[in-house]
């Protein structure tokens, strides 16, 4: 009879603690409820929204010349490093100069000699000239005293012997005349010599400069060296490329723009370089030319843009992204950790203030909201968002509609919170 009353009491007991421990757990679960999420938000920003298209193309340096040697010959001497900035003539190769530069000297000798022969003869002209000049006044003299005493003769003042004297004078006088016009006609011959002389010089000496700056590979522009992959020793043939003189001033870019755009093609659209890697910006420039002609294949239309390169970043054939802007606008962007997208529809999380029976509170209100093209890491915002509406861009997958938010703390502030709670008062 004693044993009965225990089963019953075991029973009222297990009711008892599953009771009891129903209760604790719902209590428990609607205080976790109650706890506020930690997230992260930020407030909206008015923006620039831009209307873009990012292609990829390569980087075409302003100018772009092979060095080419126009003689075969071995490579005496490499006069730069590759990457050196060059002026326009400055000599970045020699060649082995053998024999050529004695022929240089020796023809500018020779030019020396010639001209110094034409002088001479120069000097012997005016002598033979100043000599004719004297003959004809002795020739004049001897005329007039001839024609005195013929007469003289003719009348019988004077005898014949004297006549014939005076005329005896007079025809030497013509011979001397005749003699010195000879010798003022030999020296403009040798005149005439000298001066074929000095050309045939100058011509051999051209010659012999030409073949010794063949020897001499020069820079055609100025600009950067290439890479250059020869040394001393190596010999080289005629139209062998040496290297390369790039001018990294400026560089063009062909950007293939679809027809579709062609109503918004025009020289002038702002053109931002980036570097597909890294995002990062290179340069900014503009397109500056529009092809009249669409390519039929390929369905686009060639532009160029153009793009300084002024902190010299930039590289012949670098393989780029080029960004066309076609217009900008004010407005807001949401980053991309911020958006969820369900059922097709996108939606962010804002942290909007509210007050509960007096007590003040932050909750997540799920927004939908219309997004246009990626900028950077954030969305374009068409519609559903404004500046000033803070967003959450954290711990997203755990809040629904009204859930209870807090600002996080960074650990950096937490730690300084303990430091101070810490300290000696």
């Known amino acids: 009879m004693l044993t009965k009353p225990y089963p019953l009491l075991s029973t009222l007991l297990l009711l008892f603690a599953l009771t009891t421990g129903c209760d604790r757990t719902g209590n428990s679960s609607k205080a976790s409820s109650s706890s506020p999420l930690s997230v992260q938000w930020q407030t909206l920003q008015a923006k620039t929204l831009q209307d873009s298209t990012d292609f990829v193309s390569t980087l075409e340096a302003e100018q772009t010349v092979s060095l080419k040697p126009q003689i075969d010959g071995r490579i005496d001497r490499i006069l730069v490093k590759p990457g050196d900035r060059v002026q326009q003539g400055d000599p970045i190769f020699l060649l082995n100069l053998d024999q050529t530069a004695p022929q240089v000297d020796s023809a500018q000798a020779n030019i020396n000699a010639t001209v110094a022969a034409r002088n001479t003869a120069d000097q012997q002209l005016r002598v033979a000239q100043s000599q004719l000049t004297s003959a004809q006044s002795q020739y004049e003299l001897a005329r007039v005293n001839n024609d005195r005493y013929q007469y003289l003769v003719s009348q019988g003042a004077v005898g014949q012997a004297t006549g014939d004297q005076y005329a005896t004078t007079l025809k030497v006088q013509a011979d001397a005349v005749k003699q010195a016009r000879d010798q003022v006609k030999a020296s403009e011959v040798a005149i005439e010599q000298a001066n ?80 597909p890697n890294t995002e990062a910006s290179l340069s900014v420039g503009r397109i500056y030319f529009v092809s009249s002609k669409a390519d039929p294949t390929a369905q686009s239309i060639l532009a160029r843009a153009q793009f300084a390169n002024t902190n010299g970043t930039l590289r012949d054939s670098q393989y780029v992204k080029a960004r066309v802007i076609w217009s900008t606008k004010p407005g807001v962007m949401v980053p991309i950790t911020a958006v969820t997208t369900i059922g097709g529809q996108n939606f962010v999380f804002t942290a909007e203030d509210k007050t509960n029976n007096d007590k003040a509170q932050t909750i997540a209100h799920q927004i939908p909201v219309t997004l246009g093209a990626i900028q950077g890491q954030s969305y374009q915002v068409v519609k559903g968002l404004k500046p000033g509406d803070r967003v959450i861009v954290s711990g997203i997958l755990k809040l629904r509609e009204g859930s209870l938010v807090a600002p996080q703390i960074s650990n950096a502030f937490r730690s300084g919170l303990s430091t101070a709670a810490n300290s000696p008062q």
Do not use: C, M
Not at 221 to 246: A, E, P, R
């Open 196 to 275: 074929a002389n000095i050309l045939k010089a100058q011509a051999d000496a051209t010659t012999a400069e030409v073949s010794l700056n063949f020897k001499q590979v020069t820079a055609p522009i100025t600009g950067f060296v290439g890479d250059i992959t020869l040394k001393s020793g190596d010999y080289v043939t005629t139209g062998q490329v040496l290297t390369t003189i790039n001018q990294n001033e400026t560089f063009d870019l062909q950007i293939p723009i679809p027809t579709n755009r062609s109503n918004e093609l025009r020289t002038g659209l702002l053109v931002q370089l980036i570097d």
